[in-house]
């Protein structure tokens, strides 16, 4: 059996879906399996179960719907396929499987793309995504999944510094500038572990301007802008500790076997949170009537209070828990 999987767009939801990966030597023993994955976060796959092919989507080089079916038709021309899984839940996604002529094409039903489906389920809810991810191989072969494993391969060894991450896609999920302020000095002050401070390059300018405003820098190190993804995951996989915002460098480091503190504003842990428990600590302030909630941007504050309103304190001495 030839299985082709196309795997989530996003680096957080990508990170989870490994856990859907994992499971397919069960369900289909001996099936050779190929993956596809978005361009910029394609390199995560040096970490992922190994796979027969590895194509790599990019919306630059293939646009639009024409571009869509002239990718789908190069998969073609490496061969038939028997299962196509689509774990994103976009148009698009469906149309690339329909191109690609694989006999059955399975995902969740949205945007009426379960025409391009021959099977589309509900997707379940109240659940986490990486598990609603194997759900749906689940409800393909009407067979239960063993454990779930939601862990990126690597042989990185530890070493002696701890990453932070203050930011985020959306805004009622990042730090403003004066709390990560506050945060970063009391963190300085009271261990002495180096911090290093990770972000995109379009995030490196936010990051500059928190560095900027530090009384002391010493022993903080920012690399923002500076790293590749498997830099990236090398910097994680070797710390000891991540402090981070809800985002996909904290799932990444979860995956990778590091300790993650995940600072909660908007969004929902039991959905999206780092999915391995005995490596992450929520912290979420727990008093306003409006958390959590699925907002990008908060319409309640003028700033985000569900981070905002953190003990600091409360912080840093979880932090001190798990480095020692």
């Not at 027969?52 to 719907?65: L, R, T, Y």
């Not at 009426?112 to 099977?119: A, G, I, S």
């Not at 009407?142 to 203050?166: C, M, P, T, Y």
């Not at 999920?173 to 000095?185: D, G, H, S, Y």
């Amino acid at each position: 059996m030839k299985i082709l999987v196309r795997l989530p767009n996003w680096l957080g939801d990508m990170v989870m879906s490994v856990g859907f990966m994992h499971q397919l030597p069960h369900f289909f023993p001996g099936a050779q399996v190929s993956v596809i994955a978005k361009k910029g976060i394609h390199d995560l796959l040096n970490f992922f179960p190994k796979a027969e092919h590895q194509f790599v989507f990019s919306k630059d080089e293939f646009k639009g719907i024409n571009g869509l079916m002239k990718f789908g038709n190069r998969i073609k021309k490496t061969g038939s396929f028997d299962l196509f899984f689509c774990l994103p839940d976009s148009f698009s996604a469906a149309i690339m499987g329909w191109a690609t002529g694989a006999e059955k094409r399975i995902g969740y039903k949205k945007e009426f793309r379960q025409v391009l489906l021959t099977e589309s389920f509900t997707k379940p809810g109240n659940l986490h995504r990486a598990e609603q991810y194997v759900r749906l191989v689940e409800m393909h072969t009407d067979k239960k999944a063993e454990s779930i494993n939601v862990s990126l391969n690597h042989q990185f060894r530890k070493g002696n510094h701890i990453v932070v991450n203050i930011n985020s896609e959306a805004s009622s999920r990042r730090l403003t500038v004066p709390k990560a302020v506050e945060l970063l000095n009391a963190l300085r002050n009271s261990i002495d572990e180096k911090i290093l401070l990770i972000g995109a390059p379009k995030e490196k300018e936010f990051v500059d301007s928190v560095l900027s405003l530090l009384p002391d820098c010493s022993n903080i190190e920012s690399v923002a802008g500076r790293t590749s993804l498997g830099q990236l995951s090398e910097i994680l996989a070797t710390a000891k500790l991540m402090l981070s915002t809800d985002s996909g460098p904290a799932h990444l480091a979860n995956a990778l076997g590091t300790h993650t503190i995940v600072l909660f504003g908007a969004g929902n842990e039991n959905i999206t949170a780092p999915y391995n428990k005995d490596l992450r600590t929520i912290i979420r302030l727990g008093k306003l009537s409006c958390e959590p909630c699925q907002k990008n941007v908060c319409v309640r504050f003028e700033t985000p209070q569900c981070l905002e309103q953190l003990d600091t304190t409360r912080i840093i001495e979880t932090v001190k828990l798990h480095i020692d």
